[in-house]
Every structure is written in structure tokens, then in C-alpha cells.
């Protein structure tokens, strides 16, 4: 496994090891460990809190039947991730274009943070952005990328997860991860023309 | 602001930046903790709950007994079946006329000659000009003719000698 900080590098083999020995607390502490950071995966792809929920259970119910296949071909990290990702793909196109976006309010932690001070207020408070209005904004550009972009995006831009690591779960080359973040990029650029520095 | 940068793929951090704070939009407080609840309760109602196979091999195995039917029925019916579908394959001619083919096929009429007798009979000869009235004069051809492909003319020269 990675040394990456954004990849949760411990005992996993060892948890695998014992839920496959019929322990099933061992995969409830794969759940605690990794819920959070596929929530953030499925939410950002679905933009819907009850539909991220339901899907998260079904994604860790699959996984807790199919975990007796888990040969450690690949890490448990990128096994987990490529089961949600391919889940949550196919459950965005089942639901095609009913769309009830479902935001979860954004940590009040946000407006210390420094860029989103710059990319909303600029010091001039006439000009000032709330943080519901950029969450719109957001939202509504990740929204209309494609699905593969969209993933590339949550994954590298918001996780935080190394090119390399996104390319063995999506099964693809790293030149089309970074090809898809180039074009991802320049996409949501235009969406987001408003947020120019003066 | 943030400066949107165009064209060069390093124009992309600004637009990084803005993405990144998509990080701070969390679930509510506690839902952790009740997600791993959650996903108990739906492991033990998912395994109460029978399955759709379940249910169906349940509901057959109900209603077999229920039909009380003779284990020599089944029996019967198996004997039953192989007969008939001897007697089908022996009733198929054996030689059918494809469909395809029934349009050009044209029935044999029958002879009308008079019946041969032993009286009429004549002896038969297999030689080509064997004809009663007319004896041979030459040499007699005792088979068919036969056409035979004429080797070349074996010859040690070259055929592209110039």
C-alpha cells in the first residue's frame, strides 16, 4: 500500500484476514475506517445525502459478501473504492435525470480556510459570496460533468488521491486520469467564470 | 478572486483549490457512528428476509405434498412418454423430400410394358455392340469407353530452352 497520507495505510490485511476467519467485528471496523472516506466519494457524485446512504450500505453489504473472493490481488483500499466506484456509476445511470440535490451543510471550519476566503470575499465585502452560494455554484458544476470526469474530480481535487492510485482503481492509465482532470478542469473553468480574481 | 488560468495543464491549481473546499460539506454530526447501526440492522433483516429462490422452492415444496399424486405416476407418465415418441420416430419416413427440393421432383410413372416372362426372356450380354441381329465384324469392345488425360511426353530438355 501507499505511503500516500491520503490513503489509510494499517492493519488492513490483518482485518481482511479475520473477517474472512468469520470475525464479523473486524468488518465492522473496516466500516468505521473507510465509511468516511467513501461517503465523501459517493456524496460528491451523487450531490444527495439520502441516496449517498443508501448506496453506502449497499456498497458495504456487497463488499461483506464478496469479501471471501478478496485474494489481495490489490490493496483492500482500491478493491473498496473500485466496488463504490462502479456502483455509484451505475446507480447514477438508473437514475438518469431525476435529480433532488440533497447537500449536507458545509463545516463552519470552511471559512477560516484561506481559499475560500480568496475565491469569495477578496476583501471587499460587497462582493462577498456566501457559502451557501458557492456550494450552489459547486455543486451545480460537478454536476455537469460527465460521470467519468466527475469521479476523477471527487477522487483527486477533493480526496486527495494520488494519480496512481485513481488509475488502478478505475483501471485506467494515469495519462488518461490527468487527460481527464485537464478537460474536468477546463470544464468547470467556464462554469465558474464569476470567481476571477479582479 | 482566483484567477481561472487557461491553456497550459499547470493553469489548473486555482480551480483545485476551489474544488478542494467541496471538502468541508460533511454529513451530521453522529451519522457515523449510526451508519454502522444502520447497516446491522439491514444485515439481520437481509438475513431473515428470505430470498426470492427461497420463497419459490418453499412454496413448491408446499404444494407437491398437497397434490397427493402416486409415486407410480410419475412412473407411468415417464413410460407413457417414451412410447409415444417411439412410435413418432418410427412412423418418420425415412426418407423424406425436403421442401426445397419437392417442386422439381417428379414422381416415376410406371411401366406399361407387358410382364416379363420366362419365356420372353433373352440372354443378355454386357459387350456394348452386343446386338442379336447385327454380329460383330470387328474387334469386339468389351467395356465403355474410357477417357484417360494424356500424359506429356516425357523429355529430359528444357521447355523454356531458347
Keep these: 500500500m501507499s505511503s500516500d497520507p491520503a490513503i489509510p495505510s494499517s492493519n488492513d490485511k490483518e482485518l481482511v484476514a479475520r473477517t474472512q476467519g468469520g470475525d464479523p467485528g473486524a468488518f465492522d471496523e473496516l466500516i468505521l475506517k473507510y465509511t468516511p472516506r467513501l461517503y465523501g466519494l459517493v456524496y460528491h457524485m451523487t450531490s444527495n445525502h439520502e441516496d449517498t446512504n443508501d448506496l453506502l450500505q449497499d456498497i458495504f453489504s456487497k463488499a461483506y459478501r464478496s469479501i471471501v473472493n478478496f485474494r489481495g490481488n490489490s490493496s483492500f483500499y482500491t478493491w473498496m473504492h473500485s466496488i463504490a466506484v462502479n456502483m455509484t456509476i451505475n446507480f447514477l445511470k438508473k437514475r438518469n435525470r431525476r435529480q433532488h440535490p440533497s447537500l449536507n451543510d458545509p463545516d463552519s471550519n470552511i471559512e477560516n480556510d484561506p ?83 479582479n | ?110 411401366y406399361s410394358q407387358a410382364p416379363v416372362t420366362i419365356q420372353n426372356m433373352q440372354p443378355v450380354s454386357l459387350r456394348v455392340d452386343a446386338d442379336p441381329q447385327n454380329q460383330p465384324q470387328a474387334a469386339p469392345i468389351l467395356f465403355p469407353p474410357s477417357y484417360l488425360l494424356q500424359a506429356p511426353l516425357a523429355t529430359h530438355e528444357s521447355p523454356l530452352s531458347f
Design chain 1, 115 to 197: 481559499d475560500f476566503i480568496a475565491a469569495t470575499s477578496n476583501g471587499d465585502p460587497t462582493k462577498e459570496v456566501s457559502i451557501h452560494e458557492l456550494q450552489k455554484k459547486l455543486n451545480a458544476s460537478m454536476q455537469k460533468l460527465s460521470h467519468d470526469h466527475r469521479i476523477v474530480v471527487t477522487m483527486f481535487d477533493i480526496q486527495g488521491i494520488p494519480h496512481a492510485e485513481i488509475a488502478k482503481i478505475l483501471k485506467i492509465s494515469e495519462g488518461t486520469v490527468r487527460s481527464r482532470l485537464f478537460y474536468a478542469h477546463r470544464q468547470l473553468q467556464n462554469s465558474l467564470h464569476e470567481f476571477k480574481r
Design chain 2, 1 to 110: 478572486m482566483i484567477l481561472m488560468e487557461t491553456g497550459n495543464g499547470m493553469g489548473h491549481e486555482p480551480m483545485h483549490k476551489i474544488i478542494k473546499l467541496k471538502r468541508y460539506e460533511k454529513p451530521p454530526e453522529g451519522y457515523y457512528e449510526d451508519f454502522l447501526r444502520e447497516f446491522h440492522r439491514r444485515q439481520r433483516a437481509e438475513m431473515l428476509a428470505p430470498s426470492l429462490s427461497a420463497m419459490i422452492m418453499e412454496r413448491l415444496s408446499g404444494l407437491i405434498p398437497e397434490l397427493r399424486v402416486p409415486a407410480m405416476a410419475f412412473a407411468c407418465v415417464a413410460a407413457v412418454a417414451m412410447i409415444v415418441s417411439v412410435a413418432i420416430i418410427r412412423d418418420t419416413p425415412r426418407q423424406t423430400i425436403p421442401h426445397a427440393y419437392s417442386v422439381s421432383y417428379a414422381q416415376p410413372r410406371p
